[in-house]
Every structure is written in structure tokens, then in C-alpha cells.
């Protein structure tokens, strides 16, 4: 699509420099110029290298944005393209910049400032180098420039910056697992309070609150607007009461996307949801001098109630681990049903054999006619067809003299008393 013959476009150039810092610059040569082309813009002292990022009217709206007067001293010219020579030197100072950093902070360390460096940017000319610090505190520069200009023989430019401004120019992985918004798109950063944590119920724990800067993340502040909308339907107490037939129902949890408020009542452990809807209806009611309801018969909280009790656990069905629990429970069934007996081995095709004791009649038998038959059991006599024992002679210790009996036992044990301790009736008392 041509452009009219009296169009003329419009002449700012937004130039993107090192850590996302952007500039505007006129291109009075009208040179044509491209997204992402590098190029050779003036500065105070010397010239710098950039790269284009925005160009026509766009560039008007940002800056009518940023308060920037076209006309005004604060926008230099674009020089010219940068040539293959000018991207050369610009590659040999990026490369110098972070052993120039590691000797900075040396340096810094040595005289014992408390402040932080966190960047630093060598203008393309190799003319002046910038160091972006932070710090808590006022920091006394005058030694620490001396040094830095007997180091690096550049003009030294001391800049201090935010945490957000630091991690801005580092960039990084959020926990959300994209790049960080302040290193990408972000430019200009609001307050973050903590009320934007409160209005939106999470819990305030600053490890997941904090962004990689240490503050509060900015993208706290994204849905806040929504939330706030959303929370002006609800009751405005921090502590909603609901006179019902029951007693004093007190409220415990806010749902704001669903729209659901849940109570209890007084002495009961048990919540109950109810509808946004119903709940201003109570409420009104009790501004009349009515009490609602019984809350259990409402609907709504009979539906919510019931629909949390037939939930399905998700979370337990998506165990990692419940394929491990049903090969073990299969393992311990078969290792019972088996006997925990090892499987015999067995080739392909073969069916498993049953095992079975061995019976007498499966014993090999000799061929030899002369061997001795194994002589047969003689059945045991019945207890009435025993002998009877014979008594046992009373009086002193000593072997017996009768052929076959065994001597007796030594005087101490035959002085030990019996398990029973009852005297035998064939010894009589002892004396």
C-alpha cells in the first residue's frame, strides 16, 4: 500500500540501548531506517549504538506518553547506519564489560562502601562507562571514582537504581516459568502494595509473594481491577452475621470468582455455602427486623454441600505412585495364593506339572530275588495287655539288685521335691 505524495512521516526514532533502556532520537537525513537495525546515534559527549525499536506514529503516542517534547534539547540526531566497523568496536567493548564489572566491585570492596553493583554499560565509543549500583544507604564516591578513572581511563558516570531496575537489566526466569515482565515489556513500574494480596485472598507469605527484585511481584497488580469489581457486590463488613431461625450464623470464607460465601454457626464446626444472591436477601430481611431461614434447607447450600460430598478426589487418582501400589498389592495376591514356592523352570510349549508327595508304591524295587524283605510292624499292644511296672523299692540311694534295673539317682536329687509339691504316696512323708 503506497502512502499519499504529501505524506511526510514522522521523524522521531525510538532507539533501544543495553538492559531494555530506551531513547528517541530525530532522524533528520531522513535515512531509511528498519526494526532492528543498528545505528549510530549522538550524545552528549561522543556517539553510542543502538538499535531501532519503534518507528512512526506509534512513536508519537509513546511520547505523548512519557512527557518527552519532540522539539526539545533532550533528543539528539541519529548519526548514520552503523557500519561493519562500528559493529566490530561495539562487540570488542561488550566483551570487556564484564571483567571490567569483576574488578569494580573489587575496587568498591576494598574501600568498604556498602552499595552493590549490578551492571555496567561502556558507551559504544569506548569514551565513558556507566555503573548502575544499589544501595540502602548515601555512598560517598569521591575515592571510588578516583580509582575507577586510574582503572579504566574512561569517564566515569555513577547511576543508582531500584530493585525492579536491577532485575530489569539482568532478567530472568519467574516463578510462573516465562521471562521476567519487567526484562521483556514491562517499562514503568506502579506501587505494590500489600492490600492487592488481601483483596484477592492469597495467603501472605512473602516467598511467594516476592519477585526475583525481593519486593512484591508487579503482576499482583494485573487482576486487582477485576477483583475489586467483583467484591462490590459482596457485603462490605469484614465479618458478616445473618440472623436465622437457628441463631447467629457467622461468616468464614469468600469465594469471589464463584460468588459463594460460606457460614457456621455458633459452637458448629460445620460451614455452609451459600449463593451471593441469597445471602443479600438474608441480609435484607434482617434489616427489616425478620430472621431468615434455616440455612441447611436453603438450596443453594443444600446443592453446594452436596456437590462437595460427591466431589471426586483428582488429586488421588492422579498419584504418581498408584501404579507402584497396585503391582505390589498384585504381587503380595500371588506370592499368598503360591505359597511364596519358587516357579519351577519349564521350556516353551510345556505344561506346568503339578507337584505331589511321594507314595511307598512309587519306590524302585530291586531286582535281585535274595534281597531282604523289610520285616513288618508289629502292631502296638493295647494299654489294658501292658505289664505293669514294678514298685519301687523304698528307702536309701544305691544300685539295684535286680539284673537290668538302673542305679538311682544321687541323694540330692532324690531330696528334690516334686513340680507339684506333694509328697508321692509311695515314698510317705519325709522325717
Known sequence: MELPSSYKPFNIIEVRFKGSRKEFYRNEDNIELFTGDPVVVQREMGSDIGFVSLKGELVRLQLK????????????KILRKASERDNERYDELKAKEVPHLERARTIAMSLGLKMKLSD????????????????????????????????????????????????????????????????????????????????????????????QCGRLKCCLNYELDTYLEALEEFPSADRVRLDTESGHAFSQKVDILKRQMWFAYEGDSNWIALNLDRVNEIIALNKEGKKGPRLQETVEGSRAMQKAMDA???????????????????????????????????QDGEAPQERRKPRPDDRPKSDNPEAKARPERRPRPERKDRPEPKPRPEGGAGPSDEAGDKPKRNDRNSNRKPRNNKPRTDEGPKE
Do not use: H
Open 65 to 76: 506518553k512519557y512527557n518527552v517534547d519532540p522539539e526539545g534539547p533532550q533528543v539528539f
Open 312 to 346: 471426586e478426589d483428582i488429586i488421588s487418582d492422579n498419584s504418581l505412585t498408584r501404579m507402584v501400589e497396585k503391582e505390589t498389592k498384585e504381587g503380595n495376591g500371588r506370592r499368598k495364593k503360591n505359597g511364596n514356592k519358587p516357579s519351577r523352570d519349564k
Open 120 to 211: 555496567i554499560e561502556i558507551q559504544g565509543d569506548g569514551k565513558k562507562v556507566v555503573f548502575f549500583y544499589t544501595a540502602e544507604e548515601r555512598v560517598d564516591f569521591r575515592e571510588l571514582i578516583k580509582a575507577f578513572a586510574e582503572e579504566f581511563r574512561m569517564r566515569i558516570e555513577m547511576k543508582q537504581i531500584g530493585y525492579r531496575q536491577e532485575a530489569a537489566r539482568l532478567g530472568g526466569i519467574g516463578s510462573c516459568g516465562r521471562e521476567l515482565c519487567c526484562s521483556t515489556w514491562l517499562t514503568d513500574f506502579k506501587v505494590v502494595n500489600m492490600s492487592a494480596a488481601r483483596y484477592q485472598n492469597l495467603s501472605i507469605n512473602m516467598l511467594k509473594l516476592s519477585g
